[in-house]
């Protein structure tokens, strides 16, 4: 054989191996980034974006980027039932806009999928009256307006608690009315759409509001006669950073968690939010 027909030869099997190489990086089995992180481009659902919240995760992003190279792009969501299902198909990444309770409650409801990375903050709620204005001026037989579905509720029965107006069956994570052991000053508890709470103030001696139903409904710091304190009780209210199930170990997803959770987050906190909100990834419970 010529020298010049083995060269060839050997220049088409080069030529064939590159191809095939080629071929693999391009159509073979891709890496699992579960572990290692990836593309570094990191989507997070949040609901009903604001101001604040977006300063706050404009921050987020300019650190992650700078400090880990990762992206983080915000989706928005107008209801609080997209975010998990859109973590869970793989739609976005993320997701930053519930607590420990609501995750868990719905895991239940869907099978689970959708796991806790880290915490962010709490969103202590409070016991408002026009009547009266400190938590002692209750007298007995209030009437004191509470939301009436599962979460709201259970936390509003534990705020009632922790202002040391009733006792709770202990051992129950979601308390209701019927849990009740002790009721010292005989309250009324009336259940309503947490909505409503706010807005029915004046035809009940107290009632415990959500934050986003209690500025639309005029309530702040002069109607406040007790805050949720931030405790034991208080720990299944943490507002937390939520995956996939099987990717908690993501290391582009716990750069954003690190990215999260910086003093300068700490700052824009206090300063949009001042003592409704608490940055939670330090507390200890």
């Not at 259970?154 to 979601?174: C, H, P, T, Y």
Request: charge should be positive; aromatic fraction near 8%.
């Amino acid at each position: 054989m010529s020298k010049k027909k083995t060269r060839n030869i050997v220049i088409g099997v080069i030529v064939a191996l590159v191809v095939i190489v080629i071929g693999w990086f391009s159509f073979g089995p891709k890496p699992n980034n579960s572990q290692k992180g990836g593309n570094h481009v990191v989507t997070v659902g949040i609901v009903s974006e604001t101001k604040p919240k977006e300063d706050i995760w404009n921050h987020v992003a300019a650190t992650a980027k700078k400090k880990y190279g990762v992206t983080v792009k915000v989706k928005n969501f107008t209801d609080y039932n997209q975010p998990n299902k859109a973590v869970k198909n793989g739609d976005i990444d993320l997701n930053a806009f519930q607590h420990y309770a609501f995750l868990k409650a719905w895991n239940k409801a869907n099978k689970g999928g959708v796991v806790a990375i880290g915490r962010t903050e709490i969103n202590p709620i409070r016991l408002y009256s026009k009547k009266y204005h400190k938590l002692s001026d209750l007298p007995k037989g209030a009437t004191i307006a509470v939301p009436n579905d599962a979460s709201n509720e259970s936390r509003a029965l534990f705020v009632l608690k922790n202002a040391g107006l009733i006792e709770l069956r202990k051992g129950k994570e979601l308390a209701t009315v019927a849990d009740v052991v002790k009721n010292p000053k005989n309250l009324k508890i009336k259940e309503i759409n947490a909505d409503q709470c706010g807005r029915v103030i004046d035809s009940v001696d107290a009632a415990v509001v959500n934050n986003d139903f209690a500025r639309p409904a005029g309530l702040g710091k002069k109607q406040t006669i007790f805050v949720e304190p931030v405790n034991r009780d208080s720990l299944k209210w943490v507002n937390i950073i939520c995956a996939r199930k099987g990717e908690e170990k993501n290391k582009d997803y716990l750069a954003v968690v690190k990215a999260y959770q910086t003093e300068e987050t700490k700052r824009l906190d206090k300063k949009y939010y001042g003592d409704m909100q608490k940055t939670a990834w330090d507390i200890k419970f």
